[in-house]
């Protein structure tokens, strides 16, 4: 399974972005995906998570009432939609699959929200 992100950027606080989480191979084998992000000097930490109907989501509680998860499984993309995004969304946003035992990861889409 291959992952690649796309859609981040630079947005002023309050903005919106829309990023993007487009699968490849084995993607039949794909159950749970999810968002994750990482801050300078900060732990990766999970933002969003969707199971692979898309019947059941959670999140952070930072981003509760902001963010929502979907994922189209028609053309094998995740998407993450943010609102009223807040300087500290700032991270590399990154993009993960699992698949029986396996977990896979995009290579990072920056956000930078500015103040």
């Known amino acids: 399974v291959q992952l690649v992100e796309s859609g981040g950027g630079l947005v002023q606080a309050g903005g919106s972005l829309r990023l993007s989480c487009a699968a490849s191979?084995?993607?039949?084998?794909?159950?749970?995906m999810a968002w994750y992000r990482q801050a300078p000097g900060k732990q990766r930490e999970l933002v969003a998570r969707i199971t692979s109907g898309g019947g059941s989501t959670n999140y952070a509680d930072s981003v509760k009432g902001r963010f929502t998860i979907s994922r189209d499984n028609a053309k094998n993309t995740m998407y993450l939609q943010m609102n009223s995004l807040k300087p500290e969304d700032t991270a590399v946003y990154y993009c993960?699959?699992?698949?029986?035992?396996?977990?896979?990861w995009g290579q990072g889409t920056q956000v930078t929200v500015s103040s």
């Open positions: 993960n699959a699992e698949s029986g035992l396996w977990s896979y």
């Open positions: 191979g084995s993607t039949f084998s794909i159950n749970t």
